[in-house]
């Protein structure tokens, strides 16, 4: 079993930014993909951006180039720098962790979640 713990979340204006972190317990390895979705109320939770532990992301296109991913796989922590924040940004960001083993499937992880709202 893996817990992922978010921190970060809150209250910013429309243009603010915002920086959440996401920590693993234990050691994870980078046979993990790390990243952040979102979920705002009465809609689907949707990809934020995912990072492989090495030079790989991938970013929802609502997201990209406003928010970076970052990740320190010493610390078992993944990062989210969020930029040029709007109201539809407004959600709970909920840290996911995944990996794929042949013969054994896919093992998913989430977070608690942190709410993220952004005011007009």
């Known amino acids: 079993q893996v817990q992922l713990v978010e921190s970060g979340g809150g209250l910013v204006q429309t243009g603010g930014s915002l920086s959440l972190s996401c920590a693993a317990s234990g050691s994870i390895s980078t046979e993990y993909i790390m990243g952040w979705y979102r979920q705002a109320p009465g809609q689907q939770r949707e990809l934020v951006a995912t990072h492989n532990g090495g030079t790989t992301t991938v970013y929802g296109r609502s997201v990209k180039g406003r928010f970076t991913i970052s990740r320190d796989n010493a610390k078992n922590s993944v990062y989210l720098q969020m930029n040029n924040l709007t109201p539809e940004d407004t959600a709970v960001y909920y840290c996911?962790?995944?990996?794929?083993?042949?013969?054994?499937?896919?093992?998913?992880?989430w977070g608690q979640g942190t709410q993220v709202t952004v005011s007009t």
């Open positions: 996911r962790a995944d990996r794929f083993h042949l013969g054994q499937g896919l093992a998913i992880y």
